[in-house]
């Protein structure tokens, strides 16, 4: 059949091969970026939460001071504080701490009588006592400066003084 007019064939294989391989490049550089791009997504939540989990400290603490106040006028002071170890982050420069909140000037303080659970009256031996409620404002901070801010009221019962 050497007089047929068939069309060459003899490049298809080839131009069919780079094509395919040309499209499969073009997915792993896709799949490739879908990974870059979720890493870094996974990277600023972990420091998101670290942050977190320092702010959660510092309340904690600053819950505790309020629990060993006497009087509304004592102002309890939350020593800034560096959680954990440098062995533990892989930076070495700085690891997670808390502090009061610099938008405040003072991060633990007095903001009010709350009223006693189904309006009780509370008196021992002649004094009458009330919950207190203090205002905590903390600042937590992760190894790489991102921070968060919680704030969190705190009820102490104390003396009412009427």
Do not use: H
């Not at 799949?31 to 870094?40: K, P, S």
């Not at 205002?135 to 009221?153: K, L």
Request: net charge positive; hydrophobic share 40%; charged share 20%.
């Amino acid at each position: 059949m050497k007089g047929c007019n068939r069309p060459r064939q003899e490049g298809a294989a080839l131009f069919v091969a780079v094509l395919v391989l040309a499209l499969m490049g073009a997915l792993g550089i896709m799949a490739f970026n879908t990974v870059m791009v979720d890493r870094q997504v996974a990277g600023f939540q972990n420091r998101a939460k670290t942050a977190f989990y320092a702010a959660e400290a510092g309340a904690s603490e600053g819950r505790a001071l309020v629990r060993t106040v006497g009087s509304r006028s004592e102002t309890p002071n939350l020593t800034p504080r560096a959680l954990g170890d440098t062995a533990l982050y892989d930076r070495e420069v700085a690891i997670p701490a808390y502090a009061g909140d610099p938008a405040f000037p003072n991060p633990i303080r007095y903001i009010g009588d709350g009223v006693m659970a189904g309006g009780a009256n509370l008196q021992l031996r002649g004094q009458k006592f009330v919950n207190t409620l203090w205002q905590i404002n903390v600042q937590g901070q992760s190894p790489d400066g991102s921070t968060t801010r919680i704030e969190v009221v705190e009820s102490k019962t104390l003396a009412s003084g009427y």
